[in-house]
Nanobody, 112 residues
Framework: QVQLVESGGGLVQAGGSLRLSCRAS????????MGWYRQAAGKQRELVAQ???????NYGESVKGRFTISRDNAKNTVYLQMNSLKPEDTAVYYC??????WGQGTQVTVSS
C-alpha cells in the first residue's frame, strides 16, 4: 500500500521561499513518475512539477524558473523548492506517485 506524507507548508510573505517534502512508503520514488500538484480555492487541481524515473522534469508555466522538483532516493522523498513565491501560489499542494496515488496535501499561503 502506497502512502505519501507531505510536509513543509505554511505561511510566507511574497518573495519568500518554502521547501515541501513528500515521503513515500510502499513504493520507490526513484522508479516512478512523481508529481506535485496544487489546488487553489474554487479552482481545479493543476500540475506544478513532475519528475520521471529517468530524471526528466516538467513544470507548469506559472512556476518555471521559480520552483524546482528533486528527490532523495535514500530517503525515498521528493521535494519541491519554491522560491520567489507570489500570492497566486497560495493553494493546497499535493504529492502524487504514478498518477494514481495522492498525499493528504499541505497548505501554502503567500501573503502580499
Amino acid at each position: 500500500q502506497v502512502q505519501l506524507v507531505e510536509s513543509g507548508g505554511g505561511l510566507v510573505q511574497a518573495g519568500g521561499s518554502l521547501r515541501l517534502s513528500c515521503r513515500a512508503s510502499g513504493s520507490s520514488v526513484s522508479m516512478n513518475v512523481m508529481g506535485w500538484y496544487r489546488q487553489a480555492a474554487g479552482k481545479q487541481r493543476e500540475l506544478v512539477a513532475q519528475l520521471t524515473s529517468l530524471g526528466a522534469t516538467n513544470y507548469g508555466e506559472s512556476v518555471k524558473g521559480r520552483f524546482t522538483i528533486s528527490r532523495d532516493n535514500a530517503k525515498n522523498t521528493v521535494y519541491l523548492q519554491m522560491n520567489s513565491l507570489k500570492p497566486e501560489d497560495t493553494a493546497v499542494y499535493y504529492c502524487n506517485l504514478r498518477y494514481t496515488n495522492w498525499g493528504q496535501g499541505t497548505q501554502v499561503t503567500v501573503s502580499s
